[in-house]
Each structure stands twice: as structure tokens, then as C-alpha cells.
């Protein structure tokens, strides 16, 4: 975890911006050699709004997994990082009914 920087001289955070502020810093994967984070499993709005905070606070999570595709930020956008040793959150379902289980099989794509 040494590549990541804790930037400490940051001003203190303002409500008053004028700009995108995030209220829940994005879980990232630990910063890659090549520079970027893998936003895991948050490939819903976190990317776009890491990129246009003004300032980007990352929570770096050894155990989010790093995903293919277009979800990818540069490290350099972010002003800190704070290292977590957390499972990643997952979402938990009440089991499937009956009903459920007879229709599933009916919206497979053929050859599955």
C-alpha cells in the first residue's frame, strides 16, 4: 500500500463549493501500476462523479476486486486516499418464490 499518497495539504472542506461535492468517497481497488483505480463493483455514478469533484477523497479497499471495462479513474484525481480493510458490500435478497423459479428457466438465452 505504499503508492498511496496522503495528501496533507488539503484546505479544509467548505459546503459552499460551487462545484460537485461527494458525500460518500468512492471504494476504489489500491492504486495500479499504471496509474489508475478500479472502481470495482461502483460502476454506477461514482466514476463520473470522481471526475468532476473538485476534490476526490477515495476510500483504497485491498479486497474490491478490479474490473474490466470502463471503470477506471486516475489516481492523480485523487486528493487522498484512506486506506479500509472492509468486505465490499454486497446486496442481500430474500430467496426467490416458487412462482420465480418456474419463470426463470423461461428467460435464459438458448445454449445456457
Do not use: W
Amino acid at each position: 500500500m505504499q503508492a498511496l499518497r496522503h495528501n496533507r495539504s488539503l484546505p479544509a472542506p467548505t459546503a459552499k463549493s460551487g462545484h460537485h461535492e461527494i458525500h460518500h468517497p468512492p471504494q476504489v481497488a489500491p492504486p495500479d501500476p499504471d496509474g489508475t483505480c478500479s472502481l470495482g463493483i461502483s460502476v454506477d455514478a461514482a466514476k463520473a462523479a470522481a471526475l468532476t469533484a473538485r476534490t476526490v477523497i477515495a476510500e483504497a479497499n485491498p479486497a474490491m476486486p478490479r474490473t474490466a471495462g470502463d471503470s477506471r479513474i486516475p489516481a492523480g484525481r485523487t486528493a487522498r486516499f484512506v486506506t479500509v480493510q472492509t468486505p465490499v458490500m454486497e446486496y442481500l435478497h430474500d430467496p426467490v418464490g416458487e412462482a420465480a423459479e418456474q419463470i426463470a428457466p423461461l428467460h435464459r438465452p438458448a445454449g445456457r
